[in-house]
Structures are given as C-alpha cells and as structure tokens.
C-alpha cells in the first residue's frame, strides 16, 4: 500500500457540498484572507478588472449571495469534523472567465463540470486530498446527471508555491482518473473524466 494511501486512510476524510449549513466551515477554512489573496473562489467567475475591484469581503460576500442562492459551488473535505480541503465545482458555464480564455478555450461544444480551484489547508497539503477531493467530484456530477468532468491544471516542470497551483497538479489529476484531452499552452493541458 502507498505512503499516500495510508496518509489518507489516516484522515478519515468525508465530503460535503458547501450549503449554507456549512458556510461557516467555508470562512475557517480560507481564514481572513480568504483562502489566496481574497479571492474567496470568485477569480473564474469574474472578467477583468472585476476580480481585482472585489478581492477581499465584496468576493467573500459574492461567494455567499451564491451558497445563499442555493447554488453548490464547490465540495468541502473533512477531516475529524474540520474542514480540511476544498474543490469549486459548478458546470462550466457558471465561469465566464473560462469561456474568454483562449489556453482553456472550450474543445466542443459538450456540456461539462469544470473543476477550476483548490484549496488545502496548509497542514494538511501533500496528502492526496486533492486527489480524493476530484474522486468525490466525479461522484457528485454523477448524482447531479453530469456526463463530463473537466479540470485544467498545471504540468509542473519544477516545484511552485501551493498558491500558484490552485488549479490542481497534472498528476493530481491522472491519479483521479482523469485523461488529458487538450493542450493550448505546454504547461495548461486540460483533462476529462468521462462518466460511464
């Protein structure tokens, strides 16, 4: 059995979609700053100079009209009862920035899931969590009628700071069972899940 295995049986983790319930889970995971540099996961969801303008509570405060909308924006990861880990979620079309961003330009016209950010609590990265986190994604798009899970992360040639892979790793991806489909960029591919 791996070294990763056992770490992660030793978490006993379960997951949770962020309702309103869990919204204070939510805030003490991404802390004050909310999670990396105020974004509070609304970087995908807003163009331009819009993310820049609303970094910080107006962000912390979007994230919430939609969790209070009753709109699932993401998973929440537990560990012993706290909230260890996160993955955004939501079908593509809820993220305007990556319908005008010509590296992750759709590649049909399919309707699919994107996974679009990450966010492990510090003393818990390195783990798998990320890796259980995209498995319990899948699951959920498939209990939500969902065919296509789709994610673009990094393909890492060198070590970066955690904050700079907030889209996930490559590898990440591959062990969840994800197969790359496309690459604009040599260091963006994009990769599916295709739900059977």
């Known amino acids: 059995m791996s070294e990763e295995r056992n770490l992660i049986e030793e978490l006993d983790l379960s997951f949770h979609p962020l309702t309103q319930k869990?919204?204070?889970?939510?805030e003490l995971l991404f802390g004050n700053n909310g999670a990396c540099g105020g974004c509070w996961c609304m970087f995908w969801k807003l163009r331009g100079k819009a993310f820049d303008e609303n970094r910080g509570d107006p962000a912390r405060q979007m994230q919430?009209?939609?969790?209070?909308?009753?709109?699932?924006?993401?998973?929440?990861?537990?560990?012993?009862?706290?909230p260890v880990g996160w993955i955004a979620i939501e079908p593509r079309s809820a993220y305007p920035k990556l319908a005008h961003s010509r590296v992750l330009k759709p590649i049909d016209d399919?309707?699919?899931?994107a996974v679009t950010c990450f966010f492990i609590e510090k003393k818990h990265r390195h783990k798998g969590i990320a890796i259980e986190l995209l498995k319990y994604a899948v699951e959920y798009?498939?209990?939500?009628?969902?065919?296509?899970?789709?994610?673009?992360?990094?393909?890492?040639?060198?070590?970066?700071?955690?904050?700079?892979?907030f889209t996930g790793t490559a590898s990440a991806f591959i062990k969840a069972g994800f197969q790359e489909v496309a690459r604009n960029s040599p260091t963006r591919p994009i990769f599916r899940y295709m739900i059977q």
């Open 22 to 26: 869990l919204w204070r889970d939510f």
């Open 110 to 113: 399919e309707e699919v899931w």
């Open 141 to 165: 798009v498939k209990k939500n009628g969902g065919r296509i899970v789709e994610g673009y992360p990094l393909e890492l040639k060198e070590n970066q700071p955690d904050p700079f892979v």
């Open 64 to 82: 919430k009209s939609v969790v209070d909308s009753k709109t699932v924006p993401g998973l929440l990861a537990y560990s012993e009862g706290y």
